[in-house]
């Protein structure tokens, strides 16, 4: 029974411009128009097309954050996944959340899944981190087809054209496998009215990231700054780290 | 040549034109409008064989546009159907990304409509956090002040309103509409209007979407979706392109004025917190514009935690000087010392536009038709000196409800129509309080059509408005089509405008790019042309092309020809923030505003 996870983040539409809170502490997101990351919609695409192919049975669409990113699954079960997972963080830990967490939370949901693929954007448009997929290949200990432009399923292999620095990379891993979505993968279809009303009627499920046995994050501690080079070598000899 | 497909009343021109350029001068003008309302796809050989089938549902009630009208009229019915448990499927249909993000107004609520839809409001968390506690006119002149007393009585006292982020207000109207359990569907405009055999509205069809730049079909093609409905409401707002095409199919029209307008340019900035008066409202007419061009500034001090104020500026689209550009005309209002010291320091954090009515009791065209009908801003309800339409907006989607209600829960409707005709609609509006108000101010505005202009408009808002309230006995006429006015170029002296100096003023660039507004690029502009050859010869030759000008998103541009002598109107359809302006103020007529691919056009956040 193969089934695909494909990972959708709900970030603030890239032609917003992105205003800095009074305080400080983060950007405006109150009201502000948000949108599914665009290498997530092609991530979407591709498991909705390997799935027309008859390549897989399911696609299971999964989102870490509040509420609202119930709407970022809809969107995906409209495009055509079957299901969707609401994996509940909220506030605090959902600003202080970072690809680790996503990662480790993927990684426990691939397995109770008994995904085959895991299939991602290669990375979200608001962090631009670049780090969740390889991750989470790195969690599940599987391999790992990242910046692909071109996936092909060979019986228990996938072929996956990667985009790199020189080129093109065209690599064979065997499944199950974490693949990242690169621009130039595929054109994603538009989630249309009539399937919006039959998403309606898809189940999301809704758990927290306890559930799947990852912990919260780890509250983050200021940080040091030091004048010299001098005083940063005496600070770390001091707190054990060298 | 003309399509006689049964869905859509367009004039559609002879697909003569469908050649890629038109002849003009000594060079080849490239082809602009590629949009299947002019170039009809059954005739284009690209189209041959795409699939045009359209998956169809059925509601009681559709609802088109989700601003404060249609949301009204949806809560309303929603209300009803709980009161008398009965079962009512209501659809809306919105073109925004969501709920809120296109709509844009001063405001100033007057909370009587509200009041009568939810009066526990307040308890279910409705954003009326400012109530208004100062307000001050002025005249100005180009460095000083006349302050002008708001008495009681005036149309322009706020006592008992409230100053909100209309956009928050909608959105929150949006919640309560969905928790009444109304379908709404933000991201999917309605496109075309559907009509049955017999003449009446069926419903509508939302945009396709996959149609390439050049009108062709992209492998991402799919066709809309029919909503089919009992009766129809329209709520597209100021100038709606649905509603512009029935007022065609229907003669609503015929014994009313042609609808003036005015376009409304506005900020919102975060200032220094020494200058913030929470509550404040401050209006003002005079400089920069002369007596003879109706507009007027606003800027209000909202309350909402942070030192935020909205502020803008409104110019009557009656304007005859082709060279005067109501942005521009905004941005050095700005530098007014009166107006400069509150904004000095602050930082500009949101920008939008708008159309907005101007007409009132004179331009009301018949609101029904079999099938269907029209409320909100689209047939224009809006107080003009009062400077207020939201709460007749709601007001009039309450008593479209109301009217509608009874009809199609009947067990026969008994109609004549496939369509529900529902004139009781009609003489609902006239025995209430939005036919009272808009009575007794519909002399204000077309006042200011004489030598003096605003001055001569003032003297008689005191004399007839302020005393008589509206009870003479006459009714002034305005001046006619929007578009009608401008003089030649060559009658008008260019105007010269200040450059923005980057911290009171701007550019226009930069302030379209904050109004988050983006489009699909591939897609054919939905600034459709009639003719593409008509804005060099007309608009360029005899008005210096206006429309670079008036669109506050610089849509328009006329750029030099590539090869040969000579320019040619560039349409930058990504930038447009959907206000309409062009659609109105065009003076050949030619431009046809359509709806994009839903989820286009601005983001504004609580503006």
């Known amino acids: 029974m193969s089934r695909v996870l494909v990972g959708v983040k709900r970030v603030i539409d890239y032609a917003v411009k992105i205003r800095v809170k009074p305080d400080h502490s983060g950007v405006v997101t109150d009201g502000v128009k948000h949108s599914m990351n665009p290498f997530c919609e092609i991530a979407v695409e591709e498991a909705v097309k390997l799935k027309e192919k008859k390549f897989i049975k399911e696609v299971v669409a999964v989102s870490c954050g509040p509420t609202q990113v119930t709407e970022t699954i809809r969107t995906a079960l409209a495009m055509g996944c079957d299901r969707g997972i609401h994996v509940e963080v909220s506030g605090k830990d959902y600003e202080a959340m970072g690809p680790l967490q996503i990662s480790k939370i993927f990684a426990a949901l691939a397995k109770k899944e008994e995904a085959s693929l895991v299939i991602l954007g290669k990375q979200a448009i608001d962090d631009d981190c670049n780090q969740t997929g390889q991750m989470t290949a790195a969690l599940l200990d599987w391999p790992q087809g990242t910046f692909a432009s071109e996936v092909t399923i060979d019986g228990e292999k996938v072929k996956v054209v990667r985009e790199i620095d020189g080129g093109l990379e065209t690599i064979k891993i065997s499944m199950p496998a974490v693949l990242t979505a690169d621009l130039r993968l595929n054109t994603p279809r538009y989630a249309t009215l009539p399937n919006i009303m039959k998403a309606k009627k898809k189940k999301i499920a809704n758990m927290k990231p306890a559930d799947l046995g990852v912990d919260e994050p780890p509250t983050r501690l200021a940080g040091v700054k030091v004048e010299t080079v001098d005083d940063l070598v005496a600070k770390l000899k001091a707190n054990g780290t060298i | 040549c003309l399509s006689l497909s049964e869905s859509t009343t367009h004039r559609i021109i002879c697909t003569a034109h469908y050649t890629w350029g038109r002849n003009c001068s000594s060079a080849v003008m490239p082809r602009i409008t590629s949009h299947y309302t002019i170039f009809p796809r059954d005739k284009d050989p690209r189209w041959e064989g795409v699939e045009m089938e359209r998956f169809a549902d059925e509601a009681d009630v559709v609802i088109v546009g989700g601003g404060p009208a249609g949301l009204s009229a949806a809560i309303r019915l929603k209300q009803l159907a709980k009161e008398q448990e009965k079962e009512l499927r209501v659809c809306l249909v919105e073109k925004a990304s969501q709920i809120g993000a296109h709509t844009l107004s001063g405001a100033c609520l007057e909370p009587s409509a509200l009041n009568e839809l939810f009066p526990d409001w307040k308890e279910r968390g409705a954003p009326l956090n400012t109530p208004v506690t100062e307000d001050l006119f002025s005249i100005l002149t180009e460095k000083y002040r ?24 909608v959105h929150w109207l949006g919640e309560q509409a969905e928790e009444l359990g109304v379908e709404i569907y933000p991201g999917y405009a309605a496109a075309e209007v559907l009509f049955h055999e017999d003449g009446s509205v069926k419903g509508i069809a939302t945009n396709d979407v996959g149609i390439a730049k050049d009108g062709s079909p992209k492998d991402v093609f799919e066709r809309g979706m029919e909503l089919h409905a009992k009766v129809t409401l329209f709520g597209e707002g100021c100038h709606g392109h649905l509603a512009k095409q029935l007022y065609r199919q229907f003669n609503l029209r015929e014994n009313c004025e042609p609808q003036t307008y005015a376009i409304g340019l506005k900020e919102l900035w975060v200032i220094d917190e020494k200058k913030w008066r929470p509550g404040r409202v401050e209006h003002s007419v005079g400089w920069p514009l002369n007596r003879n061009t109706y507009g007027g500034s606003f800027l209000y001090h909202l309350n909402e935690g942070e030192p935020l104020v909205a502020l803008g500026f409104v110019v009557g689209l009656d304007y005859t000087n082709p060279y005067l550009s109501p942005f521009r005309e905004f941005q050095r209002w700005k530098h007014h010392p009166f107006v400069a010291k509150t904004l000095e320091g602050g930082d500009r954090i949101a920008y939008g536009a708008r159309a907005l009515n101007e007409g009132g009791y004179q331009c009301l065209p018949k609101v029904t038709f079999p099938g269907g009908m029209l409320i909100g801003c689209s047939p224009g309800f809006m107080n003009v000196p009062k400077i207020k339409g939201t709460h007749t907006a709601m007001k009039s989607g309450m008593l479209a409800a109301e009217a509608i209600f009874p009809k199609v829960t009947a067990e026969d409707p008994a109609s004549e129509t496939a369509g529900l005709h529902i004139p009781e609609y009609e003489d609902n509006l006239k025995k ?38 509206g009870k003479e006995p006459w009714t002034l006429k305005h001046a006619g089509l929007d578009s009608a006015q401008l003089k030649p170029a060559k009658e008008c002296t260019p105007i010269e405008y200040p450059k923005p100096d980057g911290k009171l003023s701007f550019d226009l660039l930069s302030s379209v790019a904050l109004s988050g507004t983006n489009h ?4 054919p502009p939905h600034l ?39 320019m040619r109107l560039q349409i930058n359809a990504q930038n447009c923030v959907h206000c309409k302006t062009c659609d109105i103020k065009d003076p050949s007529q030619n431009i046809n505003w359509v709806v994009p691919e839903g989820s286009g056009g601005p983001a504004y956040n609580g503006l």
């Not at chain 2, 002008?148 to 006592?159: E, S, Y």
């Not at chain 2, 605003?454 to 005191?462: A, C, D, H, P």
């Not at chain 2, 699909?520 to 897609?523: F, K, M, R």
Request: proline letters at 9%; charged letters at 15%.
């Open chain 2, 528 to 566: 459709t042309l009639k003719d593409d050859s008509i804005p060099v010869a007309n608009n360029l030759a005899i008005y210096d092309g206006p429309e670079q000008r008036f669109c506050p998103a610089g849509v328009y541009e006329y750029v030099p020809l590539e090869t040969g002598e000579g």
């Open chain 2, 520 to 523: 699909e690029g591939d897609q």
């Open chain 2, 146 to 169: 006349i302050p002008v007393p708001m008495l009681p009585g005036l149309p322009m006292n706020n006592h008992g309103n409230y100053i909100v982020r209309l956009g928050h207000f």
């Open chain 2, 432 to 469: 209430s309080w939005i036919w009272k108000e808009l009575y007794a101010v519909r002399n204000i505005r077309p006042s200011f059509h004489n030598y003096f202009g605003l001055y001569g408009g003032m003297i008689y808002t005191g004399v007839f408005y302020w005393i008589l309230r």
